[in-house]
């Protein structure tokens, strides 16, 4: 949606119920993408290929090729990014039928989960945001090792008087480097992060980065429909 970034939160909510925004589709580099989601946003992704021939390819590019500057009416619950993304799938195979038999509502979960139920996406990969990253990293530093990656961060601490093995050392500054980046965009912080890139590619040997805490998968997850209820007992109120 073309949003007005002025908006106060109640009137950004309301417009978008109502149809106060416009839709339009941009066309950047996938990486840009990726990054403004994973690292400066902090959001987990998952990414699914389409089994597309090269010649569906090539007609969808240049059909959102063509629809760069052309609006749309925008509604959160039903016309939204999601419902243009079946639509973008309908038109490539129209034996699909994905906008014809979606839920009333249409956010990107179910989206993902109409064309994973016609056979339309690949195997599911993972791309986990700074802030996960940072989770792995935690799991497995050991306290003191934890101290000396948010001095390193701080810049409390110089890479170059962090003596260690190789290996461990490798480890400490890409943890610094992640939480560097995590904690803001500012001056001191990009001298702090060239410091220890550079420190970083002195070692001969590095370790390699620790598994991300398990997700659950976004195909796993309960539909948007779900009711749930629960219920409890306190042995002193009944």
């Not at 400066?40 to 629809?67: A, C, G, I, M, S």
């Not at 992640?178 to 410091?195: A, P, Q």
């Amino acid at each position: 949606a073309n949003t007005n970034p002025n908006d106060p939160a109640v009137v950004y909510a309301v417009k978008g119920m109502v149809g106060g925004y416009s839709g339009v589709f941009s066309v950047e580099p996938y990486c840009s993408s990726v990054q403004k989601y994973v690292d400066f946003e902090n959001r987990d992704l998952w990414e699914f290929r389409l089994p597309l021939t090269p010649e569906e390819t090539e007609f969808l590019v240049d059909h959102v090729w063509e629809l760069r500057k052309i609006t749309f009416p925008y509604y959160y619950f039903d016309l939204n990014c999601s419902y243009q993304v079946l639509a973008l799938l309908d038109m490539i195979r129209p034996d699909l039928h994905l906008v014809q038999e979606s839920l009333p509502w249409i956010i990107p979960s179910d989206t993902v989960k109409t064309v994973h139920q016609r056979r339309f996406l690949g195997t599911p990969e993972f791309r986990p945001s700074l802030a996960t990253k940072l989770q792995g990293y935690e799991k497995i530093l050991l306290p003191e090792e934890r101290r000396q990656v948010r001095q390193l961060s701080d810049g409390a601490l110089s890479p170059q008087d962090l003596s260690l093995p190789s290996k461990l050392k490798g480890r400490l500054l890409e943890a610094a480097a992640l939480l560097t980046d995590y904690s803001g965009d500012t001056k001191k912080s990009k001298e702090v992060l060239l410091d220890i890139y550079r420190e970083r590619s002195t070692l001969k040997s590095q370790d390699s980065p620790p598994s991300p805490p398990e997700r659950v998968s976004l195909l796993e997850t309960h539909g948007s429909r779900q009711i749930g209820g629960g219920g409890g007992w306190n042995a002193t109120k009944g």
